[in-house]
């Protein structure tokens, strides 16, 4: 991992399409960034000549939604929800299959490309899409969404059905509607590959993933404390070490201190006896 998304972050300059590209070298270093870019021009350029940022959103969303999930295949891959693929951009390119955030990258990035404003929304436990009604007739926005799922543009009604079945009720909170931070998006998308590799029981993976969620929420003493757990468990005892003496400072008051203190004791002593100059040092 030669760039720190948390830095890149800080800095201004995460993208989303950037992060996700970051994140399948993670886990195919050999991975051609450029060539997943040029990939997205291509998907967009049968489209150029149709003057889209000059039509009404829903007219927009609707031929950005045509193009890619009729003509082109993409798909909500609702027969393998859990596999880690549908997180990784390169593999939803090449495979026309994933989940509502890596779907939705694809719709925003093509949509963009074709100067339509369309942005990421973080609704609970289904990711969509907006675009934006940049041209409001009489004060009134007809701004659209879109399950990237299967392209479907949502009414009222289907954002009520989808609040329910992610909270149990049918209210729809403002918040849940607004436009989500390239690292709100980010943070979503690597949790979601978190659970996918532990799911895989690839924990070599695992801990790329919580590495670069550190680098997002260096201060998250629940992420300090797994990755420090996990470490401990592949075999990387230093580490472990550091990132859990971190968690107990974070979180002195946890219910699980004195756990985590003896699981330090122990690898310290562990430590010692494998190198007894040094733990002395």
Not at 231 to 257: C, K, M, N
Request: hydrophobic share 45%; charged share 25%.
């Amino acid at each position: 991992m030669l760039l720190d998304l948390g830095a890149l972050a800080r800095g201004g300059r995460l993208d989303w399409l950037g992060a996700a590209l970051l994140i399948a070298a993670d886990a195919e270093p050999s991975l051609d960034a450029a060539a997943q870019r040029r990939v997205i021009v291509d998907l967009a350029r049968p489209l150029r000549a149709l003057g889209l940022p000059d039509r009404p959103a829903a007219e927009q969303a609707r031929a950005v939604a045509d193009h890619l999930f009729h003509s082109l295949g993409f798909r909500g891959n609702d027969t393998d929800y859990e596999d880690p693929r549908n997180s990784l951009i390169n593999h939803v390119l090449e495979r026309r299959l994933g989940i509502p955030i890596s779907l939705a990258l694809v719709y925003v990035e093509v949509a963009r490309e074709l100067g339509v404003p369309a942005v990421g929304v973080g609704f609970p436990g289904h990711f969509l899409v907006k675009i934006n009604d940049e041209r409001p007739v009489a004060g009134i926005d007809r701004s659209v969404f879109v399950d990237p799922f299967c392209g479907d543009l949502l009414e009222d009604i289907d954002l009520q059905l989808l609040a329910e079945r992610a909270t149990g009720h049918s209210e729809v909170a403002p918040q849940w509607l607004k436009p989500a931070s390239v690292e709100q998006i980010v943070v979503r998308m690597l949790q979601n590959l978190r659970s996918a590799y532990h799911r895989a029981g690839d924990s070599a993976r695992l801990l790329v993933v919580l590495h670069r969620l550190c680098e997002l929420e260096p201060s998250s003493g629940a992420l300090l404390r797994d990755r420090g757990l996990l470490q401990a468990r592949l075999g990387a005892p230093r580490a472990a070490v550091e990132d859990l003496e971190s968690y107990l400072h974070a979180a002195p008051h946890a219910s699980d201190v004195q756990d985590i203190q003896e699981l330090i004791d122990n690898l310290n002593d562990r430590l010692h006896r494998a190198h007894p100059k040094d733990a002395l040092n």
